[in-house]
Nanobody, 115 residues
Framework: QVQLVESGGGLVQAGGSLRLSCATS????????MGWYRQAPGKQRELVAT???????NYGDPVKGRFTISRDVAENTLNLQMNNLRPEDTAVYYC?????????WGPGTQVTVSS
């Protein structure tokens, strides 16, 4: 059973930065894709960013140009660098990983951006 654990969330002022990490018990290049999603109170979970095994990246429109998804092979982590944060970025952020048959989710980490 693959486990994912997010870290790096917290409280930050608007315009600030945070870096989220997702540690996995599986090897990151063993997954077809990995990604970050977020869910704000009262809203549906939405795409933040994904990265395919071959490296292709995809970003949700609200975060384009501000967030960067990456993989750290040495640490075996999936990362999300978030710059120029806005109050509307406040949400629980989830890491996911997809292999041939199953999608795995982490428990999430809270990001709160104050105005």
């Amino acid at each position: 059973q693959v486990q994912l654990v997010e870290s790096g969330g917290g409280l930050v002022q608007a315009g600030g930065s945070l870096r989220l990490s997702c540690a996995t018990s599986g090897r990151i290049f063993s997954f077809n894709a990995m990604g970050w999603y977020r869910q704000a109170p009262g809203k549906q979970r939405e795409l933040v960013a994904t990265i395919a095994r071959v490296g292709a990246r995809n970003y949700g429109d609200p975060v384009k140009g501000r967030f960067t998804i990456s993989r750290d092979v040495a640490e075996n982590t999936l990362n999300l660098q978030m710059n120029n944060l806005r109050p509307e970025d406040t949400a629980v952020y989830y890491c996911n990983a997809i292999d041939a048959f199953v999608t795995y989710w982490g428990p999430g980490t809270q990001v709160t951006v104050s105005s």
